[in-house]
Nanobody
Framework: QVQLVESGGELVQAGGSLRLSCAASGRTSSNYAMGWFRQAPGKEREFAAAISSRGGSTYYADSVKGRFTISRDNAKATVYLQMNSLKPEDTAVYYC????????????????????WGQGTQVTVSS
């Protein structure tokens, strides 16, 4: 079992920045690929970004590419999502997720790939 706790969500103006954190506990988090998903009101949960277990590979949704950066610090068992140039359409609950890594370069992108989820943190971007 892996427990995930997100933090860092808040209200921010358009054009601003936020950094979300996801603290993992339980089984060794460095054995897991990690991802960030988001869910806006009335919409399906969608993929935002993912990172391999050692941090060597990343993947981004087109909607966030060039603005968001995913990173991880395995010594701290924490994954981050740096969000810059935020837009009102980035408003959503952001969820952290973990998936057992099948290789060091494994970067899962589908919601169904992930076994463990956090409770989410709200990000609101005002125009």
């Amino acid at each position: 079992q892996v427990q995930l706790v997100e933090s860092g969500g808040e209200l921010v103006q358009a054009g601003g920045s936020l950094r979300l954190s996801c603290a993992a506990s339980g089984r060794t988090s460095s054995n897991y690929a990690m991802g960030w998903f988001r869910q806006a009101p009335g919409k399906e949960r969608e993929f935002a970004a993912a990172i391999s277990s050692r941090g060597g590979s990343t993947y981004y949704a087109d909607s966030v590419k060039g603005r968001f950066t995913i990173s991880r610090d395995n010594a701290k068992a924490t994954v981050y999502l740096q969000m810059n140039s935020l837009k009102p359409e980035d408003t959503a609950v952001y969820y952290c997720a973990a998936d057992p890594a099948i290789s060091n370069n494994y970067v899962p992108r589908r919601r169904s790939d992930y076994d463990y989820w956090g409770q989410g943190t709200q990000v609101t971007v005002s125009s």
